[in-house]
């Protein structure tokens, strides 16, 4: 079954292969299958065609995937050309939500870099 072109695992259940699309976590999973009046424990293979086709209905009526990139893309390119300050965090590619960097942040930032302490000089 595909959903906003994503392929979705058909030997899982429902609500967990929901998820494999990007723009839907669990939460709106569990809000689909609830509209769709599909049980939590049906699995993708087991779907009728009409079941298959009121899922792919209700995602249609949210942001999903390239759209929600291209989006999320263009609020942060916003913010940059604007000048502001979350913007200017985004292109130096530091925390934006006023998180500590002194210690930790190393997810955003990236592997350390810089001169190492005591390394010793290779004789020639």
């Given at each position: 079954?595909?959903?906003a072109?994503?392929?979705?695992?058909?030997?899982?259940?429902?609500?967990?292969s929901?998820?494999?699309?990007?723009?839907?976590?669990p939460?709106?999973s569990?809000?689909i299958?609830?509209k769709a009046?599909i049980?939590?424990?049906?699995r993708?293979?087991?779907?009728?065609?009409?079941?298959?086709?009121?899922?792919?209905e209700?995602?249609a009526?949210y942001?999903l995937?390239?759209?929600?990139?291209?989006?999320?893309?263009?609020?942060i390119k916003r913010?940059?050309?604007?000048?502001?300050?979350?913007?200017?965090?985004?292109?130096?590619r530091?925390p934006?939500?006023g998180?500590?960097?002194?210690?930790?942040?190393?997810t955003?930032?990236?592997?350390?870099?810089?001169p190492?302490?005591?390394?010793?000089k290779?004789?020639k």
């Open positions: 079954m595909r959903i072109n994503v392929t979705i695992p058909a030997e899982k259940r429902v609500i967990i929901l998820t494999y699309v990007y723009g839907i976590g939460t709106r569990a809000d299958c609830q009046k049980k939590d424990t049906v993708v293979k087991d779907l009728t065609p009409e079941q298959e086709d009121k899922i792919r209700i995602a009526e942001i995937e390239s759209d929600l990139r291209r989006e999320i893309g263009q609020s913010l940059q050309d604007i000048g502001s300050y979350r913007g200017y965090r985004h292109r130096r530091l934006v939500r998180q500590r960097t002194k210690t930790n942040s190393r955003r930032k990236g592997k350390k870099s810089g190492i302490a005591n390394k010793k290779v004789a």
